[in-house]
C-alpha cells in the first residue's frame, strides 16, 4: 500500500475533513495515506519516512538535519572534494556570514486561519509556472562528489518540475545533462563568460540548441577567490581535466586549439591543453562590464538573463536599467570575498529597491525549509540550493539528491502551513521578526 498522508496530520485534519467533506471514515483515511499521486503533497515526505520505517524497517539514505548530512556527506567524501565544497574564501567568515544572516531573522507564525493540506507553493518564473520557488544553483564538477555528478542532480529536479542550472564548469556536457533531465524540464545555462566572443556565441548555441531557457550570468567570479583549503592542497580540478567538458565539447573550441580534445587519437597533452585554455578563457582575470551586456543580449536573442552574484541595490538598480530580466542575490557561497556581508543581510534592501521591476532570486546558506520560508518572506521570488545538494549526492548519488529535495520541500510546505499561510504570495515580512 502506498502511503503519502501524513500520520500526524491526518489526526489534525480529520477533524476539519469530516465537517467540511462529511466524508465516511474508510474514505477519510484513503484519501490522507492514499492518495492520487497528483493530489500527494510535499509534506507528506514525512509520512512516507515514517511508514517506510515502521513497515519496512527501512529509514532515510541521509539525515533530514543538515548538520549530520553534511558530516555523513564528508566520511563518504575524499577529503579533497569535501573540503573544495565546503570551503570558502580566506577566513571562511562570508560563509559563516551567510548563516548568521538567517538567524538574525526569526518566524512569527499566526494561529486559526483557514491552511488545509494542500499548501498552493506555485510561482510563476521567466513564463513558466512552477511547484515551487526552488532552483538548483549552478554548481561545477558535481562527479567529483559521485560518478553520476550533474546527470543524478538534473534528473532529480527535472523529476519534480523545478528549473535546473547547468554550470560552464560542469563536469557533464549540455546534451548529457538535456537527456537526464527529461524532454520539457526547465533548464538554465549560467555563463561564466568567457573572454572570447567567438566562445560566447558557441557556448550560448549549444546551450539553445539542447533546451537550456534561461541564461544567467555570473559576475562575480572572473577570477578565482582567494580559497584557502584548495591552495593548502593544490586542488583545482579544472586543471586535472575535470569541469571542463563544455570546453572539451566544444566546436569553435576546436577549431581555435587545431584539434578536438575527445578525439580517439587525442593525445593526454592535448587534453590537458584544452582543460586549461577553457579555464583560462573563462576566468582570466578580467571583470565583465555593464556595458557590454548589450552585446550579451544580442548573441543569446529571446530569452531571459538573469545576474548571478549581485549583492547591493545600486547594482540591483543598474541590472534593471540594461533591461536584465532577473539577478541572483549570491555571494557564490562565500568562496569570492571573504569579509563580505552575508548574503541574507543584503536581501530587505534590493527588494525595497527592484521588487516588482526584475525577479530577485537568492541564495547562500540555505540549510532547512524553514530558511526557504524566510527569504521568501523578505521577498526573494526563489531561491537556490547549493550545498545541500551536493551532500545528498555523496549519498549513492540520484537517492541521496531526491532525499534532501524532498525534505527541503517537505519542511518548507509545513512551515509555510504552520505559520499560518496558504499560498505564496500570503508569506511576506510580516512574518519574521528581526532579532540581534
Ligand atoms: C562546490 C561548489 C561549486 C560551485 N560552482 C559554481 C559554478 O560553477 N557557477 C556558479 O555560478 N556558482 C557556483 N557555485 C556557487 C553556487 O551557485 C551558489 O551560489 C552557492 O552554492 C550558494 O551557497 P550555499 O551552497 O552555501 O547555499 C558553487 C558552489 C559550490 C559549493
Redesign the pocket.
Known sequence: MKFHGALARCVAFSTLQQLTLAQSAQELIDSVLNPDPDSATYSSYSSEIYYNATLYNQTPIASTNYDRLEASAKLRLPAAAYD??AGGAGLGKTVAA?RKAFDQWQIVPRMMRDVLPHRNLSTNLFGRTLPAPVVM?????QTLFHPTGERATAKVFGELGLPYTL???TSTGFADVAEANGDGSPRWY?LYWPSDDDLTRSYLRSAKENGYEVLVV?VD?WDLGWRTRDLDRGFFPFIRGIGVQIGLEDSCAHEKLGFNPLAPNATAEQKQTAALYHVITTSRGISPVWRNLTKLREFWGDGPIVL?GIQTAEDAQMAVEYGIDGIIL?N??G?QVDGAIGSLEALPSIVEAVKGKITIGF????RSGADIYKAIALGADFV?L??PV?WGLAHEGEKGVRHVLKSLLAEFDLTVGLSGCETLDQVNSTFLQRVE
Open positions: 573544495y565544497a551567510n544553483a549552478p554548481v561545477g564538477v554550470s560552464t564548469a549560467q555570473t567570479t548571478k549570491s557564490h557561497g568562496r541564495d547562500g546558506g540555505i537556490q547549493g550545498r551536493l
